[in-house]
């Protein structure tokens, strides 16, 4: 899948889903197995890739790297901040869980 799928479909989720912006939260929520995708910016420290990679592969959790900073994906959410993490809480009307499979 194309960048510009996955930019249709996340800002697909933000209008119909339940996001959660922030790696404190993501990580919390992460932990709590309470999410169903992560979409990291490329500029994520590497200390908290880390700890985001490991946890979601234990429990299966999709992790998506998205090919731009967190000011470019907070700007693609419509937000005047940046955004490093995403966790996905309910994909809504979207197809953004099978856009983040298909790219692994």
């Known amino acids: 899948m194309s ?3 996955f930019e249709r479909e996340l800002k697909s989720v933000a209008k ?4 959660s912006l922030g790696s404190r939260k993501a990580v919390k929520l992460l932990l709590r197995n309470q999410v169903k995708g992560i979409i990291l ?3 994520v420290e590497p200390k908290v890739r880390g700890l985001i990679d490991s946890t979601a592969k234990i429990n299966g959790i999709p992790v998506y790297v998205y090919k731009g900073t967190s ?3 907070g ?3 419509g937000k005047p901040f940046k955004v490093s993490i995403i966790a996905v809480l309910d994909p809504g009307d979207s197809r953004i869980l099978e ?3 298909s790219a692994k």
């Open 3 to 5: 960048e510009a799928a």
């Open 16 to 19: 119909s889903g339940k996001l």
């Open 41 to 43: 910016a490329d500029n």
């Open 71 to 73: 000011a470019d994906l």
């Open 75 to 77: 700007s693609l959410l």
């Open 99 to 101: 856009v983040m499979e």
